[in-house]
Every structure is written in structure tokens, then in C-alpha cells.
């Protein structure tokens, strides 16, 4: 019975790492499981490193997103106050027309620039949600594919 081993002591190294004892298991599995075992906390750490740059990495996600969409929102603000400034000098010169074609002109004319005005608001906007969305999917893809990556 020389290649039978059994441990009764659960702090013995030998014991497979996880504090209980091993009873008749022969030699050769005893290294088997002990090299399963630190496989294992391997594993783990390297788990736990990627888990730990991905917190790290959403983290500074957030931070560009939240300011991107603070930089999205302050242009929001900044249209909304230059289309109300337009409505009301509209307003104001449709009040002192004379005629009915004037005031038709007047609003043929408003209509054309507001459309172009807003055409170029739509576009600034777009701008910048698009490069909030790069500013923060980069990044990511690029950190998620290095924490992933792990040897095997």
C-alpha cells in the first residue's frame, strides 16, 4: 500500500488546498488535483484581474459619456434659446407687416431659414452624439478585448 496516502490533518499542504482531508487517494491523483487546484487560483486571479480593469474602464465610460451628454444637453439649451429668439423677432416683424403678401413673404422667408437653421442644429447635434458614442466605444472595445485576452 505504498502509493495509498491518506491525510487526516486538514491544514496538510497535501491536502489539496481546500483545508479537507483527502482519504486513500493515491499519489499520482493527489498531484493531479494539486495541479487542478493551482490552475485554478490562476484562473481566478487572472479573473479577477480582468474583472477589476473592466470596473476601472466603465468607470472612465461613464465619465466621457456623462460629459458628452452635458455637452449635448448645453446645445440643446443653446438651440432651444436661439429658436425662441427667432420665433419671437418673427413674431414681432409679422405684427408691424402692412399687406397680406408681406406678411406672406415674411413667413415664406422665415420658413426657409428655419429650415436651414434647423437642418444645421440637427447636423451640430448628431456631431456630437456621434462622438460621444466613439469617445466611449473605443476605448471599451479596445480595453475589453486586453482584459478578455487571456493566456492559456
Do not use: C
Not at 495509498?4 to 493531479?32: C, M, R, W, Y
Not at 470596473?55 to 439649451?77: P, T
Amino acid at each position: 500500500m505504498s502509493d495509498v496516502h491518506t491525510n487526516e490533518v486538514s491544514d496538510n499542504p497535501k491536502a489539496g488546498g481546500f483545508g479537507l482531508p483527502l482519504f486513500a487517494l493515491p499519489q499520482a491523483f493527489q498531484g493531479i488535483a494539486e495541479q487542478n487546484a493551482r490552475r485554478a487560483r490562476e484562473q481566478f486571479e487572472k479573473a479577477k484581474e480582468a474583472s477589476e480593469e473592466i470596473s476601472v474602464l466603465l468607470k472612465e465610460a461613464y465619465a466621457v459619456n456623462a460629459k458628452g451628454a452635458a455637452d449635448y444637453a448645453a446645445k440643446v439649451i443653446d438651440i432651444s434659446h436661439i429658436n425662441t429668439s427667432s420665433a419671437l423677432a418673427f413674431i414681432s416683424e409679422l405684427a408691424g407687416t402692412r399687406s397680406l403678401s408681406e406678411a406672406i413673404q415674411l413667413s415664406a422667408d422665415h420658413g426657409r431659414k428655419a429650415f436651414e437653421v434647423t437642418t444645421a442644429q440637427n447636423k451640430e447635434l448628431w456631431e456630437i452624439a456621434k462622438k460621444v458614442a466613439t469617445e466611449t466605444s473605443e476605448p471599451i472595445k479596445k480595453s475589453f478585448a486586453k482584459a478578455l485576452k487571456t493566456p492559456s
